[in-house]
């Protein structure tokens, strides 16, 4: 709300209810956009793949000349559908709208995905069974709730590679991406009538961005040492300090004679709204192991996390920090 010019209140009914209040005419079409901003780059798992830029003007094109079909999900975009067509969602992926931007265009599809939570439950359910009661201390279950997601295809105007955005808001994509990831450009690729290359190989970018400590912040590594060692570090994120650089990391490295291989690697970054108000943004990526399928044995990476982005500023930053520290503006695309 503060992004849309209005101060929120003290806790979230309280900012409603100053928003029902309001008198500010454009304040409600201010915040729809900044939802479609929050689709677009909020939370995201991200692959990049390959295209040619003759064939990247033609999808661009295809995707401003799509009709899109009249459905539940297109009329309530950019807010979810409400309780009632959420439980009634089947999974299935459903375009709810195409978005142009100064940076490119992007078709929006909405997904509902069932999402398993633990919740206690109050012992006054069972008052029944006064026996049963006495086995248990706590009592939790298990609760199946829909998540609406929605995903993006976004054809940047200058680079040559298409990315596939996957909503991982929450977490609630993030345990299914691959296979997400999977429908979702098969079904871009039928609608669209268009081959995709595979994405592209992120790992180089691990090891990159581990060595260049002036970019910024490591908040947490993973690696494997000469020693057949598996080590996990964090920083504390409300603290200063960097993962590739903390005296406990180097001095382990000497004891190791410098011998580590790091297979996964989050950076993270202030944005800011204003010279007092920032917020972090981060970028991940992310190998199964030390060793793989990939270049030379090692892991083969294609996605990478870009989490905390509020607008189109914060998340190109982050896609071309990616792509320099991937070297995939060194990739040459043959027409």
Not at 16 to 27: C, V
Not at 145 to 171: A, K, S, Y
Not at 244 to 267: N, P, W
Request: net charge negative; charged share 25%.
């Amino acid at each position: 709300m503060w992004m849309a010019g209005m101060l929120p209140g003290n806790g979230w009914q309280a900012s409603r209810t100053k928003y029902e209040s309001s008198e500010d005419e454009n304040l409600h079409g201010r915040l729809i956009d900044l939802l479609i901003q929050h689709t677009l780059y909020s939370d995201k798992h991200v692959k990049l793949h390959p295209m040619q830029p003759s064939m990247r003007k033609a999808v661009q094109s295809k995707l401003l000349g799509l009709t899109l079909e009249e459905t539940d999900e297109r009329s309530a975009y950019p807010l979810p559908l409400d309780e009632e067509n959420l439980a009634k969602a089947s999974g299935k992926l459903t375009p709810v709208s195409v978005e142009v931007t100064p940076d490119g265009v992007g078709l929006v599809l909405s997904q509902v995905v069932v999402q398993k939570t633990r919740e206690a439950v109050e012992r006054s359910e069972f008052a029944h069974a006064p026996k049963f009661l006495t086995k248990y201390d706590e009592l939790v279950g298990v609760k199946l709730q829909p998540v609406p997601l929605f995903h993006v295809m976004w054809v940047p105007h200058e680079r040559d590679f298409i990315e596939f955005r996957l909503d991982c808001t929450l977490g609630a994509g993030t345990r299914n991406a691959f296979t997400i990831h999977s429908l979702l450009r098969r079904f871009c690729a039928e609608l669209l009538e268009v081959k995709f290359e595979p994405p592209h190989d992120l790992f180089p970018a691990i090891t990159s961005l581990y060595s260049d400590i002036k970019v910024g912040r490591a908040t947490e590594i993973s690696f494997s040492t000469s020693t057949n060692g598996l080590h996990n570090e964090r920083m504390l994120r409300k603290e200063e300090g960097d993962s590739r650089t903390q005296a406990y990391h180097l001095a382990g490295k000497v004891g190791v004679d410098e011998d580590i291989s790091v297979f996964h690697i989050c950076v993270e970054w202030q944005a800011r709204l204003s010279e007092r108000k920032s917020y972090p943004i981060s970028l991940s990526l992310r190998g199964s192991g030390p060793s793989g399928n990939g270049a030379g044995g090692n892991p083969e990476v294609n996605a990478a996390m870009l989490e905390g982005c509020l607008t189109s500023v914060d998340f190109e930053s982050l896609v071309e920090v990616l792509a320099e520290h991937a070297s995939l503006n060194e990739v040459a695309v043959v027409e």
